[in-house]
């Protein structure tokens, strides 16, 4: 196969570039998807905003506008205009701090919802207790108003706060639903406590709804807390990620050290790492040797050799010696800094597919309101004696259990479960729709160098005695060649003595160098230089050739004008490529090669992993058009690549993927980013976001039926064939059981896509 040469087409499937300034505000009052529906209207409708996207889960409004027609403040203020609370981030917040502040609101008010809880269950078992006729008389209808208030008062007093507040600013939200079911009921039954003469000459026995009233409120709290701890669970791995840096540091000055917080380090001062201790921050070691456990970003359970010049990860664990480290990057600056903002950018994005769910949450309340009241007269006009009660309790029943929770929970909470996840797995996902795009791919195209090869050539064949060797390494010493290095790295590797004496060093360009070392005459280079010599192979040119047949740069090695041996170069295959290029494959998806290396060598790796469709010899624009020709025949594509002529590429495609160890081009213009240098990793993001998007799907359809059956059932659908009726309390728990029911559906991605590891494999 040859670089494709048709132009790319004009529209681009891969994510569009972006334009504008961003910010996140925290946005607070947000209790169901018509909260969050309503504040991302308002922020959209904001002259200069080109997008805006609120996530109910996390409590954040992400917002990319034009900085010449919009400011932060405005976007703030039409927040608050609609009912809600917001606040931009502080200049001086690091992410640490702005997480714990977030978890210290987050535990004052799961106790207040405790209390609230607790309240409510005590008053229920207490207006329950009617139902059983011997305990009637010990529980009359005055003492069941009296309990009931608390609930209504306090328990329950934030619905009807937030359900006003939304009718003030012309919206209606679940608290209005809340409110207006809980309302009418504890209406009614008011007026049977105070008023029961009358009922009785109606010939209605005057039995209260407290219990409704008290349970409604009871069970909506459960299911907002159970709601609350799914949404803590949900970014659990996120926010351990987030502890993994030490809140102290030894900063060394004087030769010795002095404790001090992490935040206030900063880049060129130096820190004194203790055996044991973790790493404060990104940098590089200038004292000592160690081990390191770099598993919390690597996987790789064994430690890593680091020495002087070796660059050093904050959070990472010092297994061995004391290390002093030149500090270079700090806070949201290192790799965990940027981990984490990576993933809560991605939890704040939405798939394409929550559209459908935003558009319909937007008019669901009003709609079920026009249900509630058309029960109502339904019931009132038709139903059996005495029709006004049974009116309102139909109507309220319906109030009560179309609340949209669950539709509001489906995709923000499998969003955030599967980039986390994504996270411990080893992969940094930019948003949530790129989970969308990469459920479709088919095609994964890989770039060789760097990729699927190691990335660092090294002396693979050495057909030559080691005198000879360690002549030509201490030649290549003086060299500045690409291939010099692995040559010295071989020798040095054999532990031979490499000579300090090396005169008359020339360079050929395209051909080697020659020179004097220890007194004899040497050279190293290709058949050029062979031949620029008038030096024969001979028998060498056939070991030169296996060389070269199997992917290797062939250079000849030449002492006192006789071809003394040939040396094999190349950058050898990653460990895991071949396992990854056949799991892709099992999967259904197809694998290309694409490289700017030479058609010989790109024929040679591909088949030591395994794939047969090879795209030699194409520059960074070749590149970008093989993606374009692939998507233009109906593939979606995923490009993996790590150097800066990968980014055309990489931006092009469906999904962009980059190695962790690339540049910091290819990382900034990919979609996903793998932390470590394996090819399984593309495997396990495929198959996470194919479950994320199943997930998603399953989440949409058990909210959406859920509404569809049970609001006709509140509604007393069923009651005219076989009688059966749900009361409001009923109701209620069915409304929380569905809302708990979508987020453990989405909490089961957590324990998912990992894939299953044989005994001593990489990661």
Same mark, same amino acid.
């Given at each position: 196969?040859?670089?494709?040469?048709?132009?790319?087409?004009?529209?681009?499937?891969?994510?569009?570039?972006?334009?504008?300034?961003?910010?996140? #505000?925290?946005?607070?009052?947000?209790?169901?998807?018509?909260?969050?529906?309503?504040?991302?209207?308002?922020?959209?409708?904001?002259?200069?905003?080109?997008?805006?996207?609120?996530?109910? /889960?996390?409590?954040?409004?992400?917002?990319?506008?034009?900085?010449?027609?919009?400011?932060?403040?405005?976007?703030?203020?039409?927040?608050?205009?609609?009912?809600?609370?917001?606040?931009?981030?502080?200049?001086?917040?690091?992410?640490?701090?702005?997480?714990?502040?977030?978890?210290?609101?987050?535990?004052?008010?799961?106790?207040?919802?405790?209390?609230?809880?607790?309240? !409510?269950?005590?008053?229920?078992?207490?207006?329950?207790?009617?139902?059983?006729?011997? #305990?009637?008389?010990?529980?009359?209808?005055?003492?069941?108003?009296?309990?009931?208030?608390?609930? #209504?008062?306090?328990?329950?007093?934030?619905?009807?706060?937030?359900?006003?507040?939304?009718?003030?600013?012309?919206?209606?939200?679940?608290?209005?639903?809340?409110?207006?079911?809980?309302?009418?009921?504890?209406?009614?039954?008011?007026?049977?406590?105070?008023?029961?003469?009358?009922?009785?000459?109606?010939?209605?026995?005057?039995?209260?709804?407290?219990?409704?009233?008290?349970?409604?409120?009871?069970?909506?709290?459960?299911?907002?807390?159970?709601?609350?701890?799914?949404?803590?669970?949900?970014?659990?791995?996120?926010?351990?990620?987030?502890?993994?840096?030490?809140?102290?540091?030894?900063?060394?000055?004087?030769?010795?050290?002095?404790?001090?917080?992490? $935040?206030?380090?900063?880049?060129?001062?130096?820190?004194?790492?203790?055996?044991?201790?973790?790493?404060?921050?990104?940098?590089?070691?200038?004292?000592?040797?160690?081990?390191?456990?770099?598993?919390?970003?690597?996987?790789?359970?064994?430690?890593?050799?680091?020495?002087?010049?070796?660059?050093?990860?904050?959070?990472?664990?010092?297994?061995?010696?004391?290390?002093?480290?030149?500090?270079?990057?700090?806070?949201?600056?290192?790799?965990?800094?940027?981990?984490?903002?990576?993933?809560?950018?991605?939890?704040?994005?939405?798939?394409?597919?929550?559209?459908?769910?935003?558009?319909?949450?937007?008019?669901?309340?009003?709609?079920?309101?026009?249900?509630?009241?058309?029960?109502?007269?339904?019931?009132?006009?038709?139903?059996?004696?005495?029709?006004?009660?049974?009116?309102?309790?139909?109507?309220?029943?319906?109030?009560?259990?179309?609340?949209?929770?669950?539709?509001?929970?489906?995709?923000?909470?499998?969003?955030?479960?599967?980039?986390?996840?994504?996270?411990?797995?080893?992969?940094?996902?930019?948003?949530?729709?790129?989970?969308?795009?990469?459920?479709?791919?088919?095609?994964?195209?890989?770039?060789?160098?760097?990729?699927? $090869?190691?990335?660092?050539?090294?002396?693979?064949?050495?057909?030559?005695?080691?005198?000879?060797?360690?002549?030509?390494?201490?030649?290549?010493?003086? !060299?500045?060649?690409?291939?010099?290095?692995?040559?010295?790295?071989?020798?040095?590797?054999?532990?031979?003595?490499?000579?300090?004496?090396?005169?008359?060093?020339?360079?050929?360009?395209?051909?080697?160098?020659?020179?004097?070392?220890?007194?004899?005459?040497?050279?190293?280079?290709?058949?050029?230089?062979?031949?620029?010599?008038?030096?024969?192979?001979?028998?060498?040119?056939?070991?030169?050739?296996?060389?070269?047949?199997?992917?290797?740069?062939?250079?000849?090695? /030449?002492?006192?004008?006789?071809?003394?041996?040939?040396?094999?170069?190349?950058?050898?295959?990653?460990?895991? !490529?071949?396992?990854?290029?056949?799991?892709?494959?099992?999967?259904?998806?197809?694998?290309?090669?694409?490289?700017?290396?030479?058609?010989?060598?790109?024929?040679?790796?591909?088949?030591?992993?395994?794939?047969?469709?090879?795209?030699?010899?194409?520059?960074?624009?070749?590149?970008?058009?093989?993606?374009?020709?692939?998507?233009?025949?109906?593939?979606?594509?995923?490009?993996?690549?790590?150097?800066?002529?990968?980014?055309?590429?990489?931006?092009?495609?469906?999904?962009?993927?980059?190695?962790?160890?690339?540049?910091?081009?290819?990382?900034?213009?990919?979609?996903?980013?793998?932390?470590?240098?394996?090819?399984?990793?593309?495997?396990?993001?495929?198959?996470?976001?194919?479950?994320?998007?199943?997930?998603?799907?399953?989440?949409?359809?058990?909210?959406?039926?859920?509404?569809?059956?049970?609001?006709?059932?509140?509604?007393?659908?069923?009651?005219?064939?076989?009688?059966?009726?749900?009361?409001? /309390?009923?109701?209620?728990?069915?409304?929380?059981? !569905?809302?708990?029911?979508?987020?453990?559906?989405?909490?089961?991605?957590?324990?998912?896509?990992?894939?299953?590891?044989?005994?001593?494999?990489?990661?």
């Amino acid at each position: 196969m040859t670089a494709g040469t048709s132009p790319p087409p004009s529209s681009a499937t891969g994510p569009e570039a972006e334009t504008g300034a961003r910010v996140t #505000l925290a946005v607070t009052g947000m209790t169901c998807a018509a909260c969050s529906a309503r504040v991302q209207r308002v922020l959209g409708r904001l002259p200069g905003v080109q997008d805006a996207s609120v996530n109910l /889960m996390t409590g954040e409004a992400a917002v990319r506008f034009d900085p010449l027609v919009a400011a932060p403040d405005q976007l703030v203020a039409a927040v608050v205009s609609a009912g809600y609370g917001a606040e931009l981030p502080r200049p001086d917040d690091g992410a640490e701090r702005m997480w714990d502040e977030a978890d210290a609101a987050h535990e004052a008010a799961m106790r207040q919802l405790r209390g609230q809880l607790a309240v !409510s269950l005590a008053a229920g078992i207490v207006v329950m207790l009617p139902m059983v006729p011997a #305990l009637e008389p010990l529980v009359p209808s005055w003492l069941q108003l009296l309990v009931t208030l608390p609930v #209504l008062g306090w328990a329950g007093r934030d619905f009807f706060t937030r359900g006003v507040a939304a009718a003030r600013h012309g919206g209606a939200d679940m608290n209005t639903l809340v409110a207006l079911g809980t309302g009418s009921a504890f209406l009614l039954s008011l007026a049977m406590t105070l008023a029961p003469a009358r009922f009785h000459a109606a010939g209605v026995h005057p039995h209260p709804y407290y219990d409704s009233v008290v349970w409604i409120i009871a069970l909506v709290l459960l299911g907002r807390r159970l709601e609350e701890r799914a949404k803590r669970s949900a970014t659990g791995a996120l926010r351990r990620l987030m502890h993994l840096r030490p809140d102290t540091a030894l900063l060394w000055e004087g030769g010795a050290g002095r404790e001090v917080p992490a $935040t206030s380090l900063r880049p060129g001062q130096a820190v004194l790492v203790k055996p044991g201790a973790a790493v404060p921050a990104d940098g590089v070691i200038v004292e000592g040797r160690s081990a390191l456990d770099e598993s919390m970003l690597t996987g790789e359970p064994l430690p890593v050799e680091r020495g002087p010049g070796d660059a050093v990860t904050g959070a990472t664990i010092n297994r061995g010696a004391a290390l002093v480290v030149r500090v270079v990057r700090v806070g949201a600056d290192t790799l965990l800094g940027r981990v984490v903002r990576l993933v809560r950018d991605a939890q704040a994005t939405r798939p394409s597919v929550q559209r459908l769910a935003d558009r319909i949450a937007a008019v669901f309340v009003p709609v079920v309101l026009g249900l509630a009241v058309l029960t109502f007269a339904l019931w009132a006009a038709l139903g059996p004696e005495p029709r006004w009660l049974q009116a309102a309790i139909s109507a309220v029943t319906v109030l009560v259990i179309a609340c949209p929770c669950a539709m509001g929970l489906a995709v923000p909470t499998a969003v955030m479960v599967s980039t986390g996840r994504a996270a411990q797995l080893g992969l940094l996902v930019r948003g949530g729709d790129v989970l969308e795009r990469g459920a479709r791919i088919d095609t994964v195209v890989l770039d060789k160098t760097g990729t699927v $090869t190691e990335g660092r050539p090294q002396l693979v064949h050495a057909a030559l005695a080691d005198d000879a060797l360690a002549l030509v390494a201490a030649l290549e010493r003086r !060299s500045e060649h690409p291939l010099a290095a692995p040559i010295v790295a071989g020798a040095e590797a054999r532990g031979l003595a490499l000579s300090a004496d090396v005169r008359d060093v020339a360079v050929r360009p395209g051909e080697g160098a020659t020179g004097t070392v220890a007194g004899r005459a040497v050279a190293v280079g290709n058949a050029a230089l062979l031949a620029h010599l008038g030096v024969d192979a001979g028998a060498h040119a056939t070991t030169a050739a296996r060389h070269a047949e199997s992917g290797a740069t062939a250079v000849y090695v /030449m002492v006192d004008g006789a071809v003394a041996g040939v040396l094999g170069i190349s950058d050898p295959v990653r460990p895991t !490529s071949a396992a990854a290029v056949a799991a892709l494959r099992a999967r259904g998806v197809d694998v290309v090669l694409l490289t700017g290396d030479t058609e010989a060598t790109a024929r040679a790796v591909a088949g030591q992993v395994g794939i047969g469709t090879v795209c030699a010899g194409v520059k960074p624009e070749g590149k970008l058009a093989e993606v374009a020709r692939l998507q233009a025949t109906g593939r979606h594509v995923a490009m993996v690549g790590d150097g800066i002529n990968d980014a055309p590429a990489l931006a092009r495609a469906d999904v962009g993927i980059a190695m962790g160890s690339g540049t910091d081009v290819a990382m900034e213009t990919a979609a996903i980013t793998l932390l470590r240098p394996d090819l399984g990793l593309v495997g396990d993001a495929l198959a996470l976001m194919r479950r994320t998007m199943r997930t998603i799907r399953q989440n949409l359809f058990w909210a959406f039926a859920y509404n569809v059956v049970c609001i006709p059932v509140a509604a007393g659908a069923l009651y005219p064939l076989w009688g059966v009726r749900l009361t409001p /309390m009923l109701a209620a728990a069915a409304m929380a059981v !569905s809302s708990v029911t979508v987020v453990g559906n989405s909490l089961r991605l957590r324990g998912r896509g990992a894939r299953r590891r044989e005994p001593g494999a990489r990661g």
